[in-house]
């Protein structure tokens, strides 16, 4: 079989943790090919994030029109937005393509704090949602997506995911990384209300930038594949931990994760 073919759609980290980096390292890793839309590019450290560029939206949607109409695309990711009105765009090339799983890591805040979505766009995020196949939000994500307060607890969360997974007709899958617990639980909630679970010891490491956008990554790869959604996201959840536990640790704190050292099948 050849190998998969997966469309980031996300914007570019220069430091190579996150982002469209993330993604290509991670969709290359698990044996897939990886295909980009770059949406803004990102200057930014482990840090902070010092600027954002835009890219213009006819060079974004052409980026998306080319991949599909010559290469062909199994699956799409999409990551940082940048706008609205990049949104809306998005979903409007999408509504053409309706077979093609689509994953949706609302992407709001990176991780070293800097926002990466403002109110317009997280607005225009409900709307594409919908049209994906799976999304995954992180829980102070999850309770923006549900305009739930920032401190609402774990039950409240998961009775929203499970609103919204029924409303928009989407796998949700609950990240539990910004829980506090020493065991990190993560979530998938089907369409129909059922919940799957994983819960592991949490990895004692500062070095999670990059987290999101490769378990979305992976996420895809597994789809793109064929494989089902509670065994893609198995697999993406133990890319994500074998890439935390190999994070080289070139910064004091909020390094990359070390994507190139996964070799999953070890
Ligand atoms: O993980 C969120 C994220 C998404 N997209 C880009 C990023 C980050 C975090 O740093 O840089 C481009």
Same mark, same amino acid.
């Given at each position: 079989?050849?190998?998969?073919?997966?469309?980031?759609?996300?914007?570019?980290?220069?430091?190579?943790?996150?982002?469209?980096?993330?993604?290509?390292?991670?969709?290359?890793?698990?044996?897939?090919?990886?295909?980009?839309?770059?949406?803004?590019?990102?200057?930014?450290?482990?840090?902070?994030?010092?600027?954002?560029?835009?890219?213009?939206?006819?060079?974004?949607?052409?980026?998306?029109?080319?991949?599909?109409?010559?290469?062909?695309?199994?699956?799409?990711?999409?990551?940082?937005?940048?706008?609205?009105?990049?949104?809306?765009?998005?979903?409007?090339?999408?509504?053409?393509?309706?077979?093609?799983?689509?994953?949706?890591?609302?992407?709001?805040? *990176?991780?070293?704090? /800097?926002?990466?979505? %403002? @109110?317009?766009?997280? #607005?225009?995020?409900? !709307?594409?949602? +919908?049209? $994906? =196949?799976?999304?995954?939000?992180?829980?102070?994500?999850? *309770?923006?997506?549900? /305009?739930?307060?920032? %401190? @609402?607890?774990?039950? #409240?969360?998961?009775? !929203?995911?499970? +609103?919204? $997974? =029924?409303?928009?007709?989407?796998?949700?899958?609950?990240?539990?990384?910004?829980?506090?617990?020493?065991?990190?639980?993560?979530?998938?909630?089907?369409?129909?209300?059922?919940?799957?679970?994983? =819960?592991?010891?949490?990895?004692?490491?500062?070095?999670?930038?990059?987290?999101?956008?490769?378990?979305?990554?992976?996420?895809?790869?597994?789809?793109?594949?064929?494989?089902?959604?509670?065994? =893609?996201?198995?697999?993406?959840?133990?890319?994500?931990?074998?890439?935390?536990?190999?994070?080289?640790?070139?910064?004091?704190?909020?390094?990359?994760?070390?994507?190139?050292?996964?070799?999953?099948?070890?």
């Amino acid at each position: 079989m050849k190998p998969p073919r997966i469309l980031s759609i996300a914007g570019s980290d220069n430091s190579g943790g996150a982002g469209i980096q993330a993604d290509i390292k991670t969709i290359t890793m698990l044996r897939g090919h990886a295909m980009t839309a770059i949406t803004a590019v990102t200057v930014q450290t482990s840090q902070a994030v010092l600027a954002v560029h835009p890219v213009p939206l006819d060079i974004i949607v052409a980026q998306i029109e080319t991949c599909l109409a010559d290469t062909g695309v199994d699956a799409i990711k999409i990551g940082m937005l940048g706008s609205a009105e990049t949104a809306a765009a998005i979903g409007a090339v999408l509504a053409r393509h309706p077979a093609i799983p689509v994953v949706l890591d609302p992407v709001m805040v *990176a991780s070293n704090g /800097d926002r990466l979505a %403002d @109110a317009a766009t997280i #607005a225009s995020m409900r !709307a594409l949602a +919908a049209q $994906a =196949a799976v999304i995954t939000p992180n829980l102070p994500e999850l *309770a923006i997506l549900a /305009d739930l307060p920032g %401190d @609402a607890s774990e039950d #409240a969360l998961l009775a !929203a995911a499970k +609103a919204l $997974a =029924a409303d928009w007709g989407v796998f949700v899958v609950m990240k539990g990384g910004h829980g506090g617990d020493a065991m990190l639980t993560d979530r998938l909630i089907a369409p129909d209300g059922s919940v799957q679970t994983w =819960a592991d010891p949490r990895i004692d490491t500062s070095h999670s930038h990059g987290t999101g956008c490769t378990l979305s990554a992976a996420l895809a790869t597994g789809l793109g594949r064929g494989e089902a959604m509670a065994d =893609a996201l198995s697999v993406a959840r133990r890319f994500v931990r074998a890439a935390l536990k190999a994070a080289p640790g070139y910064v004091a704190r909020n390094g990359t994760m070390g994507h190139g050292q996964v070799r999953l099948e070890d």
